[in-house]
């Protein structure tokens, strides 16, 4: 079983910057692709930025040059930076692993999300 833990969120003043971390936890094998998802009051769920074993990285418009996605894969980990924050971003970020187990099955998981708060 593989779970997935983010950490980082908060309220931030517009133009703050936040770090959100996701911890992947279990029998990992490999993780293929590493995203972030948020969904706002109100909204459908979206992809913010996605990290592909090989080094593809793909992020939403809304987004580019404001925030960076990177990842550590001896620890399992992913991170969104987040700079320039405004109000529009404020959302439930979710962290999303598509993962090989040590069993060679492959596992599309969800984090439970944390929230990012961004107002004056």
């Known amino acids: 079983q593989v779970q997935l833990m983010e950490s980082g969120g908060g309220l931030v003043q517009p133009g703050g910057s936040l770090t959100l971390s996701c911890a992947a936890s279990?029998?990992?094998?490999?993780?293929?692709?590493f995203s972030w998802y948020r969904q706002a009051p109100g909204k459908e769920r979206e992809l913010v930025a996605k990290s592909i074993s090989g080094g593809s990285i793909i992020y939403a418009d809304s987004v580019k040059g404001r925030f960076s996605i990177s990842r550590d894969n001896a620890k399992n980990m992913g991170y969104l930076q987040m700079n320039s924050l405004n109000p529009e971003d404020t959302a439930v970020y979710y962290c999303y692993a598509f993962v090989k187990d040590n069993q060679r099955k492959y596992l599309a998981v969800w984090g439970q999300g944390t929230l990012v708060t961004v107002s004056s």
């Open positions: 279990g029998s990992i094998l490999s993780i293929n692709v």
